[in-house]
């Protein structure tokens, strides 16, 4: 069974960076992917960045030249640098793993939040 933990979200300014941190457990599938989704208040889920088990990426259009999305095989983490973040950045970001591709996600994680404030 998998498990995601996030870490690292907070408040900060806008224009300011943060960096998410999603711990990865008991992903035994050989072909995945790991994303990061967010959930801004009042509004549903949507896809921002994920990564593949060949280290191909993909990023929603609203954060594209922003945020990256990496992941630390040896480390079993998944990561999500945020620059240059604006306020409709705001969410609640949650890490994901699925087998082969993001369209089925398998497992959630728990949630953290991010505020931007103007």
């Known amino acids: 069974q998998v498990q995601l933990v996030e870490s690292g979200g907070g408040s900060v300014q806008s224009g300011e960076s943060l960096r998410l941190s999603c711990a990865v457990s008991?992903?035994?599938?050989?072909?995945?992917?790991l994303g990061w989704f967010r959930q801004p208040p009042e509004t549903k889920r949507e896809a921002v960045a994920a990564?593949?088990?060949?280290?191909?990426?993909s990023y929603g259009d609203s954060v594209k030249g922003r945020f990256t999305v990496s992941e630390d095989r040896a480390k079993n983490m998944l990561y999500l640098q945020m620059n240059s973040l604006k306020p409709e950045d705001t969410a609640t970001y949650y890490c994901?793993?699925?087998?082969?591709?993001?369209?089925?996600?398998?497992?959630w994680g728990q949630g953290t939040l991010v505020t931007v404030s103007s």
């Open positions: 994901a793993v699925a087998q082969d591709d993001c369209d089925t996600i398998d497992a």
């Open positions: 008991g992903n035994t599938y050989s072909r995945y992917c």
């Open positions: 990564i593949d088990s060949d280290g191909a990426t």
